[in-house]
Structures are given as structure tokens and as C-alpha cells.
């Protein structure tokens, strides 16, 4: 088994999640296939005017991507399969599921990741619209920036995050995906049930991988909606409710000295744990403000989120059996505090609209969406607030706003495991091996009798592991193992040949009866004691066979000299035999299966 | 090692549906049912018989390790706060998300109806039902879930009502399915039933539609609409009798639908709060849905009626045409029953009933010929003028349905339950003779017996393991990846047991080389009568053999040669 690491998380944390190939076996798997959007800080967000806004050195121009690794190791080896273990880690996955040599790879993905997953790419995709509308669709060839000084800007910022470039190489840019690719790459999903156990008949190997990976979504990995996860200790969730409790009075603030808020978030479990606790504040409070989100998406994803109880926390899921609702968004709007629309040009926006108001919209990037353009129009608004994500590099993020008056808050949230837990998660799982990223290697000392060897992987390389298991676990059905003819080789052992079907169901092994014996015109013993050519004539005798040997008279010749036997009865047949091999002539099926018999009795074969 | 069955209702009936299945020293219990025909200890199944299957068991949650529930239809959970409450059932119960939602529901609107309403001595209180659903443990579908360290169920999409799941459960090799209630074709709101193919000992189906063969949905349900309109057109009132969810949802949206296309302004009434709180629920499990409306619940829910609204008990003598929907089905009491008695004289008037009521009902009665009085107590004789629909559009499956079903899991064994006598003597016929198994339907109180077949746990090379999977792979890998079983090879091998170690499979050469032993070639020939003579003439070998020799010096040395020889072989 070989593991690469294609893209680490560090600096992309929740966005984009980190992605590895794993070779067993001669299968490709690839685990998870993030997007990364770094590349569109170094863009201009689509100006108002033509020379409106200074926006420095940022390039004018419909933004390229970075190309996932994954690409170039698909497009190397081919991939098997793709196993996605959140929304975010399938972002990338269009750009693969175009190529041509994608056609057979089998693509993994729970409801839920699936199900937001493709919201989550339609809206980048219709935000990018924007820069298609304002300059023009793609011409063949590539564009016009390329050539310019701007590119240095672009490597340098695609080098920060770890691409390296020969030179001017710019084939891991790409243009965006479309909505037809979007499609195209859901209907290759298969989808993946909570607890659901999948063997696609490929995966014969480790089959313990794959259930790990499936239930990862609501055990340890990043879950959505503010799911109490099972590692989570109280104070973990006290300090995710903590923090956000804190943004609520912020914006409280804000409000109250006539500001409006902007939130750019776009982790959904944040957007839904503040409209929860927001609806409380300002209730408390006695505020009307309106609340709006902004975004194509909106709405199916307020919807989405009341209709997946089987994902969820204990405590939400209480929700569902006692009739309630599973978020604060529906209560908020049935109420009309909460207003959706798809676009800032929607119709009936307008009509709602008032400042100061709380806005939720894409994109946490600031290059596009509706965000560019509020923040546009309150930068300069000192009573404002910018509700930003830690970890993007803000001020390269702020610099086509600058000056700017508004407040800005930044906020880090929990994404991931804590190092701490990670102990106590080994100890649940009981593994041999760790494979563990060399970066964070300080982060988790190896202690002394700990049942688990770590290995450590770095990203770009390619990590040998070693194969622990020798041999497997195989269920011999009864009626199989009634049909075996043993034969006892010595006073400890003993062996039969085997003819079976191996079936694969669930991960395990059967061998179960196979269907009627062909027709062989060739067999072979196996045997421990030599064959003695002078001994065939004996034993055919033995067993009742009528023969004999035109040429035994010649007593002299070695013993291992070629025999023929003719057999008369009971049927017609002619036998060679030889040390090392032995040939039945014979039209009878019985007869020669007879001699066989009685050949096998001579050296104790099987 | 055998599967015993022991069915404690439903078993050559219709209602209180409950199975208990031995396996493996494991005991099972499939669904916890009431008969609603019954007033008196016959409601429910004969628990004590399932204590005396374990008799060293002290108590019900030692005898049983699992009780899981198919769906919230009172004939398959009613019993269960008893069981749970009364008898003091303790072990972990399982059922679907959707049914432990919803199943308070119809519990309580039952409980009311016998208690509040027919009188009758409360068997279960309120407290009884929440305190018993908080003893349930939800599944989602596919969910595998380990009951104990032997034991593993799993959920599989049943159709019928929402999160109605068929139940696969499994110890050791032994395995089996209980499919509860299931319906083969998609309806307006839910999807066909969907499971894997896998290895069964044993499958317990219903067979409700034992005998019958179904045609198009469409005409029937445009059957059911013409009748509807017809009534309402001519000034009439339509009662319709259903339990507050499942087949209420499935009729307002064939209503909410036809009255929005043809623009019909009559009222359609539901007698209690508990749709608009149902639909609430409905939103929420939108995911157990069909596909259709799983795609564009976001753009229009079907679960927002437009035409349905609040029926006020004073709206019953309200004069004019209306269509009311009224708990419980069946018309077995409470409110459908007073309207009934109500509606009933009128020949404008119309009432619908489902395809199937259990005997003792109402809408039993009805159904048995055309009577002109009933009989609802010794002081009450109601005159029936109205006009009586039967609903001829089922949830369950119809006996193609079963049979597609058997069919396609190909269990060792069938039972049959949840139907009526001589129509699953019919289906026993047709299982046995056309598909080849074994089937039963025993009567409730009786314990069939299935033996299982069991595996030797053994050992297997990694060699032998690749060798066998990675040959003839290619081609046919979109057929074999509907099959519940994966790859499925011919695999050649040899088994070796050593004293005091587990017995191991290798391939030949690996026990060549283990063991020092050597291959003699052995080969077949017809044999020419001129061959024959030949061979007494002379002492030459017979034919350049076309047999490729292997030498092998000593068992050490595994040759390339052997493994080429090997490797053709395979491709006999």
C-alpha cells in the first residue's frame, strides 16, 4: 500500500480540506478532492465602472483556479474510485470528472456532502458568472494576463500555498467548471448512507478503510450543523457557542449605533448556529432588523438543512421527535425576520431592503458575489461591521476596499480534530499504524507503549506502507468442505485440492461450491514421494485393474525409465508413465478416471 | 444450527403483526402489532410465549435481544408501549427515523379512541407511550447496526408509509429478512422498496395481495377522483375514514392536486390538528421521500396543501358539499365514526374505504355486501344510503410484487404472514413450485423450524486471495457491481491442516515450495486403435507431448515455468 499526499489543509483549513492517493494493490484511490480558490485574491473583483476603483496590481480578468493536484494524478495513473468525506472535499471533484479517462472511477459520497457539495458548486459557479458577464466569455488560447507582470503576482501567491511552478508554466490553471460539469459529475456519485457499509467489487483489499471513511462525517471529521461530535468533549461545544455568542453582541453593537452587518461565512454550521442564537439576542434585545441572505442557494439550502435529521446531534434530533423544527431558520422565517433571495437584484429585495440590516452572502473570498458589492457600499461606514474568517490572508483579501472605515471582526472556528483528541480517537480505533502528516509530527509526541507505530508523510511524497496482514479470513461453506478429498501426508498433516468460487460480500471472503467440473484433458498431481514408473503396474492391479506392461521384462532398466501399460479391463485404455509425467489413453471416462485413482495411490498424491 | 420461528400474530391474518426469530441464540423481535378487531386479550400477541422460548430467561428484556419495528401502522407498533411499559420490556427496540417520529402520533390517537371514546379500560397511558419511545434507538437506511458483539440489523427502503423498512438481521452466517409491510411500485409520495441481493436462509414477506395481480395506478386513482367529484358536484359530502398519516398525505396530495387543476372551491376538511402537525414531520423526512419529490421539494413542497384546511367539530350538520377527512381508518370508532353515523343516511353522500379493513370493523361491514342498516351497538341502527368507494390502490404490494421480491433475494426458506388463509396457500403453491423453495405459513402461536447452512472460519494466503481476484475481472464489471456480491471467481487452491493450527488455503506452488513436494503431470487422451499397436511395437514415446514439462530439482525452487503452467491452467 502506498500513500501520497496531494494537498495539505494548513492555511485552507475548513475550505479546503486536505486530499491524499492511496495505491493498494494496484487500485488508485483518491481521498477527497477539495477546490483551491487561492488563486482569486490575486484578481480584481468585477469593478463598477471602468476606472472606479483602484485595485492595484490585481488582475482585470475572468479568474483562473489552481488545478487540483488529483488532476495531474489522475490523468498519470487513472483512479479507481474517489472517496469524498465532506461537502468541501468534493469542490474539485468537476474538474476530474471531465476527463476522459474518468469514465470507470467509481465516486463515494454521503448524502449529505453530496447533497451540499452540489449546492456549494453551483453558487461558485454562478458568482463567477459575474466575471464572464462583465469581460466577455473565454476565448481559445490563453488569456491576455498571462503574458503580463501580473503573473509573478499570481505564482507568488500560488506559491505561498505550495504550488510549485517551472518557470512560467501556467498549465495548472484552469478556467472554471460549468453547471453541465456539475451535473455531469453528480450523476458519477454514488451516494453513502450514515453507517452504511459499501464493497463496491473492486475494494477486496482493507476493506477496514472504507466504513472509517463513511462514518467519519458525523464521528470525527467536520459536521455540519453544529453537531455535538462524538469526540467532542462539553467544553469544546462551550467554546464554539462561546465565540459565537461574542459575534452575536458584536453585531449587536453594530446595529445599535445604526450600522449595518455583513457576514461573508461560508461554513453553513456557523451561518445556522448564528441565526439561532442572533434571533435570540435581538429578541432579547427587542431589535427589528432584517435579516437577509443573498444567495443563489439560499433558499434550497435553508430547506436542506430542516430535512436531514439522520446527520445531526442527539440533542437535534430530539428535535425532530418531539415535532419541532431542527434549526431557528424556519421559526425565523415563518416570522418574516429571516428574507431570502437569490440575487442582490432580485425582485422584492429591494422592497425589503432596509439599513440597518444583517446580511449573510457569499463569497468569504470577497471577489465575488453580493458581498463585493455591500461591502463596497458600507467601507466607509465606520458604525459597519465585517464579520471575516480567520486564516484567509485578510489583508490581501481587503485590498481592492481600501481605505476602509467599516469594522472588521475576524473569527476563527473549531474545524477538524483538536490535537489533543487525537490520542483518545487512536484509542478508539485501535489501529497498527498511523500515518500521521510529518508537519505536525511535534504536535504528537510517540509515547512508550503505545500499541500503534506512527509513519510520517509530507505533501508531494509518496509513503510506503508496509503490508501488516499475511494472510485473510476466508468462510468455507459446509457443503464445500463435505466434497474435499483429503489426504493424510504425514501424522500432522493434511491436504485437499480446492475448486470454489471466492465471492466478496461485505468485506468478507466465501468460498462457496463451483459449478460442474469441466472437462480436463490435462491434470497434475501434487505429490511428496516419487512417482516409481515400476511400482504402476502393481498398483493398477491392486485396485482391480486387469493390465500389463509389454516392456516389464526388462527388469534391468533404471526404475525411473518410462513404463506403457495397456489396460483391458475394465475398459480399453493405454497408460505411460514416466518420474515426472504419465499420459492415459483411454475413450472411457470411468476407466481413466479409475487408472487416475490408482496412480494418485502411488505417491500419495493429490 | 437452525433459524426458528415463532409468529405471535399475523400469522394466517391480517394484524398484530409479530414474529419472534431464534437465531444463533439470539432472539429477535419483528414488529409489536395490535389487532383492531379485538377488544379483549386477543389485541395483542401471546407475549408469554415468546418468555417461554428462553426458559432460563428471568424476564422479557433477557429473553429478547432486540425488538425492531417495519413501520408506524398500528397493526405492527401498537403493542409495543404494553409490551414495553406493561410486561417491562427493557432491551433496545429499533425502528426508522420517520417511524419514531411519527409513531407517538398514531399511538395516541388510538389510545384516545378506546380510551376517551369506546371507554374501554386504558391499557397504556400517555406517559407510557413517550417513556416507551424514548427507549427507541433510530436506524437510518443502510445503517448496519451491531446489536450486541453476533448480531447486526439493517434497514432497507420498504415504500409503503413513510419509513417503512424491511429488516435484514444476521448472526454468524445465518441471515434472514423480515420485509413488514411493502409496496413494489413508487406512489405519489413515496419510492418502490429497494434492497441488496444477499444470502438469506430465510424470508419472512408479507402477502396481503397473496392472489392478486394489479393494473395501472392512474385509472384507479382517476377512479377514486371521478367518484369524489362526481359527489361533491352533486352537493354531497365525501367521508373519508384514514389514520391520521400515510395514506392520509398519499390521498390530499391526489386531492390537493386535482382540486388545484380543476379548480375546485370545495372545502377539503382534516377532522384533527394532526395533519398540519404531520406535515411538519413530513418536511423534516423529506429524505424518505421518492426521488421526485426529493428534487423539488425546495421549489414546491407537496406537503403544503392549498385546499386542506381545519374541520370544526359544528361543521358537521354544516349543510352544502365537502370532502372530510376523518381518524381513525376502518371507521373502528371516534370521529369517523360519529360522522358516519351522521353522513351515512343520505344517498348524496359518499364514504371511501381502503382496500383492505380488518374484520369487526366498520368498515368491514361495509365492505361485505351492500348492507342498508348496521348495527353499531345493541341501542344503535344506522340506515346506509350513501354510496360506499372502495379505494382499489393499495400501499402493499401485489403477489407479482412478491413473487419479483422472492425471486430476486432467492432465500434458502419463505415464510408467509400477514395475510389471509387460503390466498397464501395459493402463494406457497406458486413460491414452491415455480421458484424452487421451501415455504410456510404458519398460523399465529405456531414455530417453524429452518435449518441454516454454516461456514468454517479458515485462513487464506494473500497469493491466493489476488491470484483469485485479479483474473478474469474485466468486462463485466457494471453486471457484477449489482450484485450484492462482489467478484466472483473460480478459485483453485489447496486446503493444508496442520494439527493445533487453523486450516489455511494456498495456492500450489505456495505448497510446493511449503512442504517440498513435487507436480507429476498426468494427461488424457482418447485412444486410437492404431496407438494401440503402435505401442506394442515400439518403446519410443508415444507423441511429442505438447505437455510443457516442469523440472523441478527440489521443492525449493519455484520455478517461473510452474507459475506460467499455473496460470493457464485457469484459463481451461
Known amino acids: 500500500m502506498k500513500l501520497t499526499c496531494l494537498d495539505t489543509s494548513d492555511g485552507g483549513g475548513y475550505y479546503m480540506p486536505a486530499s491524499h492517493l492511496l495505491e493498494l494493490e494496484g487500485l488508485r484511490i483518491l481521498l477527497d478532492c477539495p477546490i483551491d480558490l487561492s488563486a482569486l485574491t490575486v484578481f480584481s473583483p468585477v469593478p463598477l465602472g471602468a476606472f472606479s476603483d483602484d485595485v492595484g496590481d490585481l488582475i482585470r480578468a475572468v479568474p483562473y483556479y489552481r488545478s487540483p493536484t488529483a488532476v495531474a494524478a489522475a490523468k498519470a495513473g487513472g483512479l479507481d474510485a474517489v472517496l469524498v468525506s465532506s461537502a468541501t472535499g468534493l469542490l474539485g471533484l468537476p474538474f476530474l470528472t471531465r476527463l476522459p479517462s474518468f469514465v470507470n472511477t467509481k465516486v463515494y459520497v454521503t448524502d449529505v456532502a453530496a447533497s451540499m457539495g452540489r449546492l456549494m458548486m453551483t453558487e461558485l459557479v454562478e458568482m463567477h458568472r459575474e466575471f464572464v458577464r462583465c469581460y466577455g466569455p473565454d476565448m481559445d488560447g490563453s488569456p491576455v494576463w498571462i503574458e503580463g507582470e501580473k503573473v509573478k503576482k499570481l505564482l507568488s501567491v500560488l506559491q505561498k500555498s505550495g504550488v510549485e511552478y517551472d ?29 452504511e457499509e459499501n464493497m463496491g467489487e473492486h475494494m477486496v483489499d482493507e476493506t477496514n478503510t472504507f466504513p472509517f471513511s463513511d462514518s467519519v462525517f458525523r464521528d470525527v471529521g467536520i459536521a455540519e450543523g453544529g453537531n455535538i461530535k462524538y469526540l467532542c468533549s462539553n467544553d469544546d461545544i462551550t467554546e464554539e457557542i462561546e465565540r459565537i455568542s461574542f459575534i452575536c453582541s458584536c453585531i449587536n453593537d453594530a446595529i445599535n449605533s445604526g450600522g449595518s452587518v455583513l457576514i461573508p461565512i461560508g461554513r453553513f454550521s456557523v451561518i445556522l448556529l448564528l441565526l439561532e442564537h442572533m434571533s435570540e439576542t435581538l429578541h432579547s434585545s427587542n431589535m427589528k432588523v432584517p435579516i437577509f441572505m443573498i444567495s443563489e442557494i439560499a433558499e434550497e439550502m435553508m430547506a436542506f438543512t430542516n430535512a436531514l435529521p439522520e446527520w445531526l446531534c442527539k440533542s437535534r434530533q430530539e428535535k425532530l421527535f418531539s415535532g419541532e423544527a431542527l434549526f431557528g431558520h424556519v421559526e425565523l422565517l415563518k416570522e418574516g425576520k429571516l428574507s431570502l433571495f437569490p440575487h442582490l437584484y432580485s425582485k422584492g429585495l429591494l422592497a425589503a431592503w432596509k439599513e440597518p440590516c444583517i446580511v449573510f452572502c457569499p463569497h468569504w473570498s470577497l471577489r465575488h458575489g453580493p458581498a463585493v458589492h455591500l461591502l463596497r457600499r458600507w467601507r466607509a461606514d465606520k458604525r459597519c461591521l465585517l464579520v471575516l474568517e480567520q486564516g484567509v490572508d485578510a489583508e490581501l483579501t481587503l485590498e481592492p476596499f481600501m481605505p476602509l472605515a467599516i469594522q472588521v471582526l475576524g473569527c476563527s472556528f473549531l474545524s477538524g480534530i483538536k490535537v489533543g483528541k487525537i490520542d483518545s480517537l487512536l484509542g478508539l480505533l485501535k489501529p497498527k499504524l498511523v500515518l500521521f502528516p510529518e508537519g505536525l509530527k511535534s504536535l504528537c509526541p510517540v509515547k512508550e507503549k503505545q500499541p500503534w507505530s506512527f509513519l510520517y508523510y509530507s505533501k508531494g511524497k509518496t509513503v510506503e506502507v508496509p503490508n501488516i496482514r499475511e494472510e485473510f479470513e476466508v468462510r468455507l461453506a459446509t457443503e464445500l468442505a463435505f466434497g474435499l478429498q483429503p489426504r493424510q501426508l504425514d501424522k500432522t498433516i493434511a491436504v485437499a485440492k480446492l475448486r470454489a468460487k471466492l465471492l466478496v460480500s461485505n468485506g468478507q471472503y466465501m468460498l462457496a461450491p463451483a459449478k460442474s467440473q469441466p472437462e480436463q484433458s490435462e491434470r497434475h498431481l501434487l505429490h511428496r514421494e516419487t512417482v516409481d514408473p515400476s511400482r504402476a503396474l502393481s498398483a493398477l492391479q491392486e485396485k482391480g485393474i486387469v493390465c500389463s506392461s509389454p516392456a516389464d521384462d526388462d527388469n534391468s532398466a533404471p526404475t525411473d525409465r518410462e513404463r506403457t501399460i495397456s489396460v483391458t479391463s475394465p475398459g480399453e485404455a493405454l497408460v505411460k508413465v514416466a518420474s515426472e509425467r504419465t499420459t492415459i489413453y483411454c475413450d472411457d471416462e470411468k476407466t481413466a478416471e479409475h487408472i487416475y485413482d490408482a496412480l494418485r495411490s502411488i505417491c500419495n498424491g493429490i | 444450527m437452525a433459524i426458528e420461528c415463532l409468529v405471535l400474530g399475523a400469522g394466517q391474518e391480517v394484524g398484530k403483526s409479530c414474529v419472534v426469530v431464534t437465531i ?6 419483528f414488529d409489536c402489532g395490535m389487532h383492531m378487531g379485538y377488544h379483549d386479550s386477543r389485541r395483542y400477541p401471546d407475549f408469554a410465549r415468546a418468555l417461554a422460548l428462553a426458559p432460563s430467561a428471568a424476564d422479557y428484556t433477557a429473553a429478547i435481544s432486540c425488538v425492531v419495528i417495519t413501520h408506524f401502522h398500528l397493526d405492527h407498533i401498537g403493542a409495543l408501549p404494553y409490551f414495553t411499559e406493561v410486561c417491562g420490556y427493557h432491551g433496545p427496540v429499533y425502528m426508522t427515523y420517520p417511524t419514531k417520529a411519527l409513531a407517538p402520533l398514531m399511538l395516541e390517537d388510538y389510545r384516545k379512541v378506546m380510551v376517551d371514546q369506546r371507554g374501554e379500560e386504558e391499557q397504556y397511558s400517555y406517559e407510557d407511550i413517550l417513556c416507551c419511545m424514548k427507549k427507541v434507538i433510530p436506524l437510518d437506511l443502510k445503517q448496519t447496526v451491531q446489536v450486541d458483539k453476533d448480531l447486526v440489523i439493517r434497514a432497507y427502503y420498504a415504500g409503503h408509509v413513510l419509513g417503512a423498512a424491511m429488516i435484514y438481521a444476521k448472526v454468524g452466517d445465518a441471515a434472514m429478512v423480515y420485509t413488514g409491510d411493502y409496496n413494489m411500485t413508487p406512489d405519489r409520495h413515496l419510492g418502490a422498496a429497494q434492497i441488496d441481493r444477499m444470502k438469506l436462509d430465510l424470508l419472512i414477506t408479507e402477502s396481503t395481495y397473496a392472489k392478486t395481480v394489479r393494473d395501472s395506478k392512474h385509472a384507479r386513482e382517476r377512479e377514486f377522483l371521478k367518484a369524489v367529484h362526481k359527489c361533491v358536484s352533486g352537493g354531497g359530502k365525501v367521508l373519508i375514514p384514514t389514520f391520521a398519516l400515510g395514506r392520509a398525505q398519499e390521498l390530499c396530495i391526489l386531492l390537493d392536486d386535482y382540486w388545484e387543476r380543476m379548480n ?23 429524505g424518505w421521500t421518492s426521488q421526485k419529490i426529493k428534487n423539488s421539494y425546495t421549489v414546491h413542497n407537496p406537503f403544503d396543501f ?11 350538520n354544516n349543510p352544502g358539499p365537502c370532502v372530510l377527512f376523518a381518524t381513525p381508518g376502518m371507521i373502528s370508532g371516534g370521529f369517523s365514526l360519529e360522522v358516519f353515523k351522521k353522513w351515512a343516511p343520505s344517498e348524496k353522500n359518499l364514504v371511501t374505504l381502503p382496500g383492505y379493513c380488518v374484520a369487526g370493523t366498520i368498515g368491514h361491514k361495509l365492505m361485505s355486501g351492500k348492507p342498508t342498516t348496521i348495527d353499531i351497538d345493541k341501542d344503535t341502527r344506522i340506515d346506509v344510503r350513501c354510496q360506499i368507494h372502495q379505494l382499489s390502490f393499495s400501499p402493499h404490494t401485489d403477489s407479482k410484487g412478491i413473487m419479483d421480491l422472492t425471486e430476486y433475494l432467492s432465500p434458502n426458506h419463505v415464510i408467509l404472514v400477514h395475510g389471509e388463509k387460503p390466498q397464501m396457500a395459493f402463494l406457497k403453491e406458486r413460491i414452491e413450485s415455480e421458484l424452487g423453495m421451501q415455504c410456510y405459513y404458519p398460523a399465529n402461536n405456531e414455530t417453524v423450524s429452518i435449518p441454516t447452512t454454516q461456514n468454517l472460519r479458515i485462513n487464506a494466503t494473500e497469493k491466493f486471495i489476488t491470484g483469485c481476484s485479479s483474473t478474469p475481472q474485466t468486462g463485466n464489471n457494471a453486471q457484477k457491481q449489482n450484485l450484492g456480491f462482489g467478484g466472483c471467481t473460480e478459485a483453485r487452491g489447496i486446503l493444508l491442516m496442520e494439527k493445533s493450527k487453523t486450516p489455511k488455503i494456498l495456492c500450489e506452488d505456495e505448497l510446493l515450495h511449503l512442504l517440498g513436494m513435487e507436480k507429476h503431470l498426468v494427461h488424457f487422451e482418447p485412444l486410437p486403435c492404431s496407438r494401440m499397436k503402435e505401442a506394442e511395437s515400439t518403446d519410443e514415446p508415444l507423441l511429442s507431448s505438447r505437455i510443457e514439462e516442469v523440472k523441478q530439482s527440489d521443492g525449493s525452487a519455484v520455478q517461473q515455468a510452474s507459475l506460467a503452467d499455473l496460470g493457464c491452467e485457469r484459463n481451461e
Open chain 2, 24 to 29: 444463533g441464540g439470539k432472539r429477535v423481535m
Open chain 2, 306 to 316: 392549498k385546499h386542506v384546511c381545519h374541520f370544526e367539530r359544528s361543521f358537521i
Open chain 2, 264 to 286: 375546485l372551491k370545495i372545502p377539503i376538511y382534516f377532522s384533527a390538528g394532526l395533519t398540519i402537525q404531520a406535515n411538519m414531520y413530513y418536511k423534516m423526512l423529506i
Open chain 1, 167 to 195: 518557470g512560467d508554466d501556467l498549465s495548472a490553471l484552469l478556467p472554471l467548471y460549468s453547471l453541465a460539469n456539475i451535473e455531469e459529475c453528480m450523476q458519477k456519485i454514488q451516494h453513502v448512507k450514515y453507517g
